[in-house]
């Protein structure tokens, strides 16, 4: 595999960064996870620029410009003959030396990976997902704003870790006045009648682009569309669960805290839903 970095692709093996790396000492970068689809990269300008908006909120300039960035994403992808594919788009602080100081980091450090992409199990997607509630609370945005997609993901990490050890698969993180969240890496919706419910970004939640699509594909088959701040109780007596997100797709949910929710399947809303995504996938996204 050939990984870009800093301007030049180079085998898997000598793709290295420093130790020095603000990327690696402090979580100082940003990144983006995309996916291409039978030779179609899905949504990638609004990857691009949620990129740019995250470094930019950090100061971070990225040395290329967004077109420049758009056309290796898309040799990366030619160079490694995928069609089905996860780009992994990551831009640190660079090199500097052990103090945060970020103007210590002369350049920074852009790598671009583009593998295959590891699907989760089918069963996951048949038979829906279990969750529970974390005690760990989602950043709020006035400490670390969720809409800066940086390489600083300790708050979910120590969220998914509560999961695992619980022997769940993933966590639903609450903001400190026990609103609901989102997951570790994906949004969370509801179904309840005509309506689709997610909550609003203020409370700590990253704008995802699946989400916004999803939010599109259900204002098409005619569902109200909403944010709105939700509680536990929302999602228990929710008719439908699921999650979204770039890799994970569109996911049911059939068991929170220990609540069934709806028939305890994969509801009939999500299952529409999926289907209009798997057909925009396939048809919207950008060549290379
Ligand atoms: N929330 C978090 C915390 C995430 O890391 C991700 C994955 N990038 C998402 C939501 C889903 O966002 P997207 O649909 O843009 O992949």
Known sequence: MKVYLNGKFVEQSKAVVSVFDHGL???DGVFEGIRSYNGLIFKLREHIDRLFESA?????????????????VKQSLRINRLRDAYIRLVVTRGEGDLGLDPRKCAQPTVFIIADKIELYPKKLYEEGLCLITVATQRNVPEALNPQIKSLNYLNNILAKIEAINAGYEEAIMLSPSGYVTECTGE?????KGKQLLTPPPFIGVLRGITRQTVMELAHHQRLHVQEELLTRHDLFNADEVFLTGTAAEIVPVVKIDGRVIGRGIPGRITKKLQQAFRQVTKTAGVTY
Request: net charge negative; charged share 15%.
């Open 56 to 72: 930019h909120t950090i100061m971070l300039t990225i040395p290329l410009e967004k077109d420049e960035l758009i056309s290796v």
């Open 25 to 27: 000492l402090y979580g």
């Open 187 to 191: 949004n969370i919706f509801l179904v």
